[in-house]
């Protein structure tokens, strides 16, 4: 083992194919983290300091930064003020184990190295990104999470029921990988309807999730090692299934409008599809202007791109009129349209949807049955009576008056408790509101504050591709009561000024 630090040891680490589509200062972390696993740097061993490290790199001091605080947070090195940073001695005897084991076979349960071994590239590169985590219970501000005591569960219940009644045993086999026929054209008809879409039901593809609609999207129409360009910053699931499909994501940055229209013309990446959320930039909140949504439509045809529109939460927009899709705007057939039922209805449904151009459908539909089959299809004849019988339309319009109660609750509680630590961005709809931090506070340690009081905050950072990033938070607010709210923020308060 080193005694000393080898520089050209993790420059060489760093130029492993499988960490080649990570940020810069991902690739900097798994390379410490892999030569600390295998025994190649000693517990205990002081690690250059990160300007030190970053001059010898050729990178920003903040990318070693990033990097050396997510191994702290991760055990593999600790940090003394002064003093520099260090890797754990604790580790010692575990590392010890680590490399007896390597020497003999591979263990099967040891997470950090096994899988490795009969993976190809792609697996590799999923097994680094640890997946996306979904919240399964409840916690004060964790985003994403609607309101799901107020779902009509009864209602849902007697529908269901009188599916399998009429259907019977038909109801218990295969279904159509595209989607059941009564789905497809409620979901049409909605959308054409509340959207402004321009759309029939057999350019309709109903999925799990928008996360399965992402990875079909980088599967079929980006080559591995292709360039697929994304808002910055931007949905880090998009991000996540686009690297896991082994495309390169380029960040295309955004302004208080959303995403710049105008960078694109200039994108030299060899990208043939961007991913966008014009009706609610994620995280930002802003609702990309009509003007920006044509010169998208304008540059996709002329230059022969695909537009990806997630059109998330447009459902809850409370200030002003909501935009019309992209999608019905564009007369080329350049835009591939996800939605999903997981906000609108309730997580657990796994239920979303694709508008595809008429020659995508049939592929998207083959790639999808060689994917998971089809969804259920109790769940998908439920849900098309649900819409039909204007259950959904209700439920929608009841869920926007709560919600935009709730938002402006959180904001209230924001300015009232919070105020000099953060700033809250009024966001125009969605479920969560981004919070800027005032100079001096670091998002690592307020977050890591925050867990203390139980209290989960969603970090602005990891949003951001490349360097410049800012810090911050997402607060989601759509699953608490008013009063639950103001508890947990009093909480939040109490934590981060002790």
Known sequence: MAKTFELDTLKMRLDDAELKLLDLHQRIQRALRALILDGALDPGLKLPSTRTLAKSLGVARDTVENAYVQLHRDGFIVRREGAGSYVCEALGTQLHGVARRRSKTQDINHREEVPRAGL?????????????????????????????????????????????????????????PQGAAPLRKAIATYLNLERGAQCSPDQILVLSSTRQALFLCALLLVDAGQSILLENPGYFGARKAFEAAQAKVVGIDVDELGIRTQLLRADRSGANCVYVTPSHQYPTGATLPLERRLELINWAAEQGKWIIEDDYDSE????????????????????????????????????????????????????????????????????????????????????????????????????????GIVTALRPQGGLQIPCLLAEGWSEEKTIRQAASANVQLSGLSRLYAGDKKTQGWLLGYASLTDHEIETAMVRLATALRT
């Not at 190809?120 to 609607?146: C, E, H, K, W, Y």
Request: some cysteine.
């Open 120 to 176: 190809s590239l792609r697996g590799r590169m999923i097994f680094n990104s640890g997946g996306v985590s979904d919240q399964q219970v409840v916690t004060a501000f964790a985003t994403g999470l609607p309101e799901t005591r107020t779902f009509p569960i009864d209602v849902w219940e007697r529908l269901q029921r009188q599916v399998m009644k009429d259907h019977r045993a038909n109801v218990l086999l295969h279904g159509d």
């Open 316 to 419: 809850f927009h409370y200030d002003g009129h909501p935009t019309a899709c992209v999608q019905g705007l564009d007369k080329h057939r350049r835009t591939i349209y996800l939605g999903t039922f997981s906000k609108t209805l309730y997580p657990g449904l796994r239920m979303g949807y694709m508008i595809l151009p008429h020659e995508l459908v049939k592929t998207f539909t083959y790639a999808r049955s060689i994917m998971d089959g089809h969804t259920p299809q109790v769940l998908q004849l439920t849900l098309a009576r649900f819409m039909e019988d204007g259950h959904y339309n209700a439920h929608v319009r009841a869920m926007r008056k709560l919600y935009a109660a709730r938002r402006t609750a959180t904001i209230d509680a924001i300015g009232k408790h919070l105020d």
